[in-house]
């Protein structure tokens, strides 16, 4: 009989209910999936040690919750990996692309699987693969639960999923393991990873300092490890002080307010945007690489500077994509080794003092401006922008829309556009939103997501009916896959297999528990997003915007 039998005289505690205990511990509040007879326990014991369970409607929208919820948490300081329950073979094969993602997208995630004892597993084959051998290319980490070394397992899987660039770590559960008994003692919980406390110092400081000191056209650029170390401040601070601008990558929108003079906005997938940034690290003395990750930017940013550019990279080590070159690397925390670069210089009172910046933020702005006829894609997303709050956070789709909603869409906070910007996969957007307003519910959400995305996810509305949350569905309505279209006919292909019929959505909405409605105008979608944030349920507003609405406009 275990200690905690003999003492207390209730049940004894189960694997399932250690790993769920430790996971609790680690200050995890809430779980996505879908069960099957082999997690049964796991999803019990999630419950039965204070984290909420959400049922979902496929294993991939549940990975997407998770970082919704888990971006909703981090904002606020260090916060636990989200965590996705599987069955065992078609439930782990159906997480497969959020687990990628997670991987390329660099989120924190723990996947728990059930499985099979291995001594079943050699005479038993009904659902049965290696779990681990299909998810290692594509975690930080996978591990096999076992008797005697469940503490150290997920002492190991929380931190490896947090450490250095965070990403996904899976976590395979015997049946036997998660049902039976575990006399382990639970002990103290091991503190959370918190990446960028340390500074670099030494001969690689001094020299990027001399660089720096002397620069009269210093250019920044922040990525998602930016966003996940919690540097906005520092980097906001050193470029105010600087008079540095600002480029972010898609994903660190916000960390330095995007109204401010030095805020050029987000980069990545647009070549009109491109046209107008790429010549400004051409003409910068010094280019700031602030955790920038180019896994979230297209071709044009592989090697955008010649070998011996003056470029300062400051990251938690070297990288190894091969995307540019570096002359500095400070290896530390963005935000300390940020300041112990200024330290010492002496703000030169003016940088780009031929006005370059200032054109290149009033053109851009020029170029991502609402139609002038009155409505299209980039007018929903002004007039959204203009009548939801600022503190609203939007999710945003992959597809053409993406692209222009993440050049229009300001916002002076980070992780207030969440998206797939590495993976750039479909059917993100509407689990990003729920999974966030979940763990966030007094702050606005509104997710874009074109046609045939949102058709992708249709039973994500199940379960945002289910959870009560009044989230705003921008569904972008052009009945074509047009961002593939645009290609297709760039590339002078005939058109095939890139539109399709439509749907309509104001039923579909209805359907599910919500409300729904048409919009064709700008005076409509004011109106209608202002009933939307005064209502209960979920809002779907289908705006009509008809095939080819994205030409010319990234």
Known sequence: MSETTAQTGTAPLTGADFIARRLAAAGAHHAFGIPGGEVLALMGALEDAGIAFHLVKHENAGGFMAEGAWHAEA???PAAPGILLATLGPGVANAVNVVANAWQDRVPLIFLTGCVDAALAETYTHQVFDHQALLRPIT????????????????????????????????????????????ERSGAA?????????????????????????????????????VNEGAGAGIAAFCRRFDVPLVTTYKAKGLLDEEDPLALGGAGLSPRADAHLLPLLEASDCIL????????????????????????????????????????????????TLEALGNGVTPAGWTWGGGEVARAKKALAALFAPEADGWGPATVFDTLRRALPRDTVATADSGAHRILVSQMWRTDFPRAMLQSSALCTMACALPLGIGHALADPERPVIVFVGDAGLEMGLGDLATLRDAGLPVIVCVLVDESLALIELKQRASQRPNVGVDFSGTDFPAVARAFGGHGVWVDDAESLVREAGAALARQGFTLLACRIGRRAYDGKF
Not at 192 to 213: D, H, I, K, N, Q
Not at 294 to 322: L, Q, S, T
Request: charged share 20%; with cysteine.
């Open 289 to 336: 690489l602030l955790g920038y990750d180019p896994i979230e930017m297209r071709a044009n940013w592989r090697e955008p500077w010649p070998e011996n550019a003056p470029v300062i990279e400051i990251a938690g080590g070297p990288r190894d994509h091969g995307m540019h070159a570096v002359r500095h690397l400070l290896a530390g925390g963005i935000a300390p």
């Open 140 to 183: 930080k980490a996978s591990f096999r639960a076992t008797p005697g070394a469940l503490g150290a397992m997920m002492d190991k899987a929380i931190r490896t999923a947090l450490g250095g660039q965070p990403g996904p770590v899976h976590v395979d559960v015997p049946i036997g393991v998660a049902e039976g008994p575990c006399d």
């Open 75 to 77: 904002r606020k300081g």
């Open 190 to 226: 091991q503190p959370l990873a918190c990446s960028g406390g340390t500074v670099a110092t030494g001969p690689a400081l001094e020299a990027a300092r001399e660089l720096f000191a002397q620069a009269r056209r210093p250019l920044a650029i922040a990525g998602v490890d930016a």
